[in-house]
Each structure stands twice: as C-alpha cells, then as structure tokens.
C-alpha cells in the first residue's frame, strides 16, 4: 500500500487554457492523454507553481489541491484564491494595486516533507554530474562550499550524497595524493548510484557507469580547494562513452531515472529526512524508440509504487501498461472553447467497452487508436 502523500483531487482556475478544472486521480500512476494544446503542459505548470509558490506571474486564479496519505495533519495543500485589485486615481485611470493572495493554507511554512520533480520532454543543456562537470570549491575554514547554486542541476540523491560527503572527505584527505581521493570517491559513488545504476542498466542501452578518472582536486589558496570534473562516463556496447556521445533516446532515459530516483533510494544512502516525492512527466516517448518506450513504461510502473506519478503522453503506447482493472488511472485531456482544459476519466461505457476489447484483442494501444474517447472540439 502506498503510504506517501499524493495529489487526491485538484479544482484549478485562472491559469492560460485551465479555466474552471476538477479531477480526481490516484496514489501511483496517473496518465494524462491528449492532443497538442490540450492543456496537459498548462496543468503541470499550475501544479509547479502551486508548489514552489510562484504566484508573480499567475495572474488571477484560484487553486484547491487536497491531499491524502503520508504523515501530514491537514490533508489540505492549498487553498487560495489570488485577485488583482484597483484603485481609481484622480485623473480617472484605474490602476492596479497590489495583488493579494486569500485563504492561504501554506505547506512550506506549516508541514515540509513534499517534493516535485517537473521532468520536461527537453533535456536540460547541461546536468551537472550526468553530462557535464562537476567543478566545486570548498573552504576549509568554513566547512562550506562556496555557493551551492554550483548544485542546482545535480540529480536530487547525487546532491544529497554530495553533501554529506565532502567535507568529511575533503577534510581528511586533501593533504593525499588524488589517486586516493577519487578512489575514495569512485567507492562513494558505487555505494549511492547502486539504484540509479541498477535501473539504467536494467532499462537502457547502457550496460555499466562509471566515475571519470578526469578528476582532480586542486588548492587554490591557503583555505581553499577545487575538486573538479567530477562526471559519469557510460558504457555502450562494451566501450566507455562521454554524455555527448551517448544517443538523445539513452540520454532521456538516464536523465528520467535520474530524476526519479525516490525516497527508498535515499534512505538506503544514509540520509534519514527525505520528501515525498510527487513526479510531473512530460512525454516520455519523445525521442525514445518504440523498444526503448516499452522498457521506460516498465520503469515508471515499478517506480509508482513509490511514488505518485503523472505523466502527460500523445502516444497510446504509453497505455498499455494498463490492465483491465487499472483504466481508472487514465485521464483524457481535451479542450473546449467555452470551457476551456478538461480532464475526465472514462466513462462506464468506456471503461466496459476497453475491457472486453483486452480481454479478446490485447493491447489497450490498438483499441485507442480506433475509439472515440478523443472528443477535442
């Protein structure tokens, strides 16, 4: 049973196509099917803002998003309603005033423990650690790094361990010869990506990950040391490759897991305060072959039972993960003129009519393809 916190109902209103928007989903898995301009990408960014409180650019809206499960009192995220007020000026010109925000049930301030990882169907440029080297100051004297905005585009678990381990690391053995250090590094990251690696392994192309031996550590003044180039190299066909080297399907896939390595994983590294972590994913068959897509899908369902995850998709490949029993965790996304982004579950004509088709034909996909369920204006 799943026992972390999880989204159980939104009514969303007021953001870019999400004009008056209800729905119910489900602890696991939550696919989100529509056509382009649908509203799916729309939803998540309300959710994202909802959560990291970006309220500046929202405009007027409204947002109830009610939770269940997990160790929380309230099972209330938000409720709030954001307006934009005006004042008569005395040459008659309406001008805004400050815009206020009412009702406010905040998470941040009054429970923590709830994350989000938005996982956007483009690679970032750069992901430290993954892709890129990692180049990270530490002051001795402090014991700190210098500016952790060094970390932002470390894989969550990777940033966690990182932090634990440096300076206990850094503190012992800068004196010793780099050799040593990144053989004591090189041992760290085996022990914390054992899932990660796992994973990649069991569902991409990529049969083993290293530490780059490219790694150096260097003191560049009398309190201060730079460890540098710390980055993953990637076995192919049994030889290693660089990020740059690896095809835009692989790097999607490592860069999804990464990304939604969990709560159990880093539990297992040692770190014992670790957040729920809801997962928004952004077409994940974009880029990735149809063979590849299969072994992601087996991915992302093990994976939701750790963690509540939406993943928005056009392909109806995506579907078949589903059994019979499990159509209530489809949600139809389609748009309306008047009423703007809707979100439905199937009906119980649907849902009859799908499961008589798997239960005689196979595969969800097909039955997709030729049923009416789609009904964007």
Not at 241 to 264: C, H, M, N, P, Q
């Amino acid at each position: 049973m799943n026992t972390h916190q999880n989204i159980k109902k939104v009514r969303l209103s007021g953001y870019k196509s999400i004009k008056q928007l209800s729905c119910e989903f489900n602890p696991g898995l939550n696919i989100i099917i529509g056509d382009n301009g649908s509203g799916k990408s729309n939803f998540f960014e309300f959710i994202e803002n909802c959560f990291f409180q970006n309220y500046e650019m929202m405009g007027d809206f409204s947002a109830e998003i009610d939770m269940i499960g997990g160790h929380r009192t309230s099972n209330k995220l938000h409720s709030l309603t954001w307006k934009s007020e005006f004042i008569e000026s005395k040459d008659n010109i309406r001008k805004s005033k400050e815009r206020v925000v009412t009702n406010v049930e905040d998470y941040l301030d009054a429970e923590p423990g709830l994350a989000i990882s938005y996982i956007h169907f483009k690679i970032p440029v750069e992901i430290s650690v993954l892709g890129k080297e990692l180049n990270v100051k530490y002051s001795v004297g402090k014991h700190e790094f210098n500016g952790e905005a060094t970390f932002n585009l470390v894989p969550q678990y990777l940033w966690f361990a990182l932090m634990d381990l440096f300076p206990t690391m850094v503190l012992s053995k800068l004196e010793e010869l780099n050799e040593v250090i990144f053989s004591q590094l090189n041992d760290f990251f085996n022990k914390i990506s054992e899932s990660f690696r796992k994973n990649v392994i069991r569902f991409s192309p990529v049969e083993d990950i290293r530490l780059s031996n490219a790694f150096r550590i260097a003191k560049i003044s009398s309190d201060t040391y730079e460890l540098r180039n710390i980055v993953l190299e990637y076995m192919v066909n049994g030889d290693w490759f660089s990020w740059d080297a690896l095809s835009d399907g692989t790097k999607r896939v490592i860069y999804i897991i990464s990304e939604t390595v969990g709560e159990a994983d880093l539990h297992s590294i040692g770190v014992p305060e670790v957040d729920d972590l809801i997962i928004l994913l952004e077409e994940p068959e974009i880029g990735v072959h149809p063979h590849q897509l299969h072994l992601l899908i087996q991915y992302l369902r093990e994976r939701s039972e750790f963690s509540q995850i939406f993943i928005t998709t056009h392909s109806p490949q995506v579907l078949d993960m589903l059994s019979g029993e499990e159509l209530d965790k489809i949600i139809i996304a389609e748009i309306s003129q008047i009423e703007g982004t809707i979100f439905r579950h199937l009906t119980k004509e649907e849902n009859k009519k799908a499961r008589l088709f798997l239960k005689d034909e196979g595969l969800l996909s097909d039955y997709w393809r030729f049923s009416d369920f789609q009904r964007t204006e």
